[in-house]
Each structure stands twice: as C-alpha cells, then as structure tokens.
C-alpha cells in the first residue's frame, strides 16, 4: 500500500527565514511525487512535480529515494506563501488502472511578516 | 479557459436524506477524478472514470455512493441515504488525456462540494 506522511500540521516561519516542508513517502514501486498547494479560498492547484525538476515560485523539492522523501524547500520566505501544502504520489506508470493521487495530510505553512 | 466547476458549492442534508454532486470537468480531459476530503484530511481518492467507462471505484466507501459519466463529460456522485459520516468536500479532478502512457498528465481540481448531513 502506498502511504504519503507529512510530519508536521502547522508550520510558522519568519519572512525571510528559509522553509522546509517534509515529507516521507512508502510504496513498493518507483512512485511520481508532487507537492499541491491551497491558497486561502482557492483551489487545490499544482505547485510542482519531481519530474519536471523546476523552481516554481522559488520553492525546490528533491526526490530522495534512499530516505523515501521529497522535501519542499524555499530558501526565503514569503508572506504570499503562507497555504496548505499537500504532498502527494501517483504511480509512475500503472497501465490500464488509474493514477490516483494519494495524498498526505498537509502542512499549514504561515508566514509571520 | 474554464477550468473545472463543481456544483452545489455548498450542500445541507438530513441523514437519510439522498444527495447528488455535479463535476464539468475542462472540455476534452478524458481522465475524471473524484476525492474525498475529511476535515483535516487530505483528499482521498474515490473514483476514476476515462471517458465514460468507470475504470477504478474501488475507494468508494460504500454501496450507498454511485458515481457515473454518460457521455464522457460531465460526471455526477450520488450519495444515497446519508450520513453524519459523509460530511466532507467532495473533489473533482480531471487531466488531459487517457493514463496509458508513462507518466500521468497534471491533474485540475475543482473548487469542490462541501457536503454538511446533520
């Protein structure tokens, strides 16, 4: 079975001060991991996903499959970053079943200005 | 363009009572989601549909949910004789085309439906 765990609920930063999201993941094959963000009063929308290895809005995430992880970084802080993160996975390929997400549970992130 | 659209936005029920959720997934994704999100959960999968075909229900909690998608578009999630249970957001999602190939296309989300069964 495949399990997204994000350690911590609620996470307040400075601006400024750099930011790190975690998350560990189990699955028994070579999964595809995203991070997903909610924007107060917004939908769920992508933020990023291990394959395309980019930055988007300054964040960075690394897949780690040694620690089965794939922190999300940003080395400054925003007051416009502060959402709800979700980690989550999808196998890589599955063939004719479907790639649903599994999702951790989520980290508020605030942003103290 | 439109992305997804979920309708009620917002729904009441009374235990009992048999409700039904709307998705309009964007024009032409093949692929059609739909989660489940608890308070202080993240969303759990429920079902899948690739056009109209139900390729995967199999986190649909129970025989009272139901969910279809006749023509390959809009898709509904009927829940029958609710209960306090069921109270969550109901999410859909839709992507661009089939999931056969190596990796998936990106998921859109809807606003979801925030079902309340008092």
């Known amino acids: 079975a495949q399990r997204v765990t994000q350690p911590e609920k609620l996470l307040s930063v400075f601006k400024g001060a750099p930011v790190e999201l975690k998350c560990n993941y189990s699955y028994s094959g070579s999964p595809e991991l995203f991070w997903y963000v909610q924007y107060s009063r917004q939908r769920l929308q992508l933020l990023l996903r291990h394959i395309s290895r980019e930055s988007i809005k300054g964040f960075t995430a690394d897949l780690n499959k040694g620690e089965t992880s794939f922190h999300l970084k940003k080395p400054f802080a925003q007051e416009e970053d502060s959402a709800m993160y979700y980690c989550?996975?999808?196998?890589?390929?599955?063939?004719?079943?479907?790639?649903?997400?599994?999702f951790g549970k989520g980290t508020k992130l605030s942003v103290i200005p | 363009g439109a992305g997804v659209s979920q309708s009620p936005r917002y729904k009441v029920a009374k235990r009992g009572q048999d409700v039904a959720l709307r998705c309009d997934p964007i024009?032409?994704?093949?692929?059609l989601f739909w989660y489940q999100q608890a308070l202080g959960q993240g969303p759990e999968f429920l079902t899948y549909?690739?056009?109209?075909?139900?390729?995967?229900k199999s986190g649909l909690p129970s025989d009272r949910f139901f969910a279809e998608r006749p023509e390959g578009s809009v898709s509904t999630l009927k829940i029958q004789r609710t209960q306090q249970e069921d109270s969550a957001v109901y999410l859909c999602?839709?992507?661009?085309?089939?999931?056969?190939?190596?990796?998936?296309?990106?998921?859109?989300f809807g606003p979801g439906t925030r079902l309340l069964v008092l």
């Open positions: 549909f690739q056009n109209e075909a139900q390729l995967d």
């Open positions: 989550a996975l999808t196998p890589s390929y599955s063939g004719a079943g479907s790639y649903q997400l599994t």
């Open positions: 999602a839709s992507s661009h085309k089939s999931t056969s190939g190596i990796f998936q296309e990106t998921q859109y």
């Open positions: 024009s032409g994704h093949v692929s």
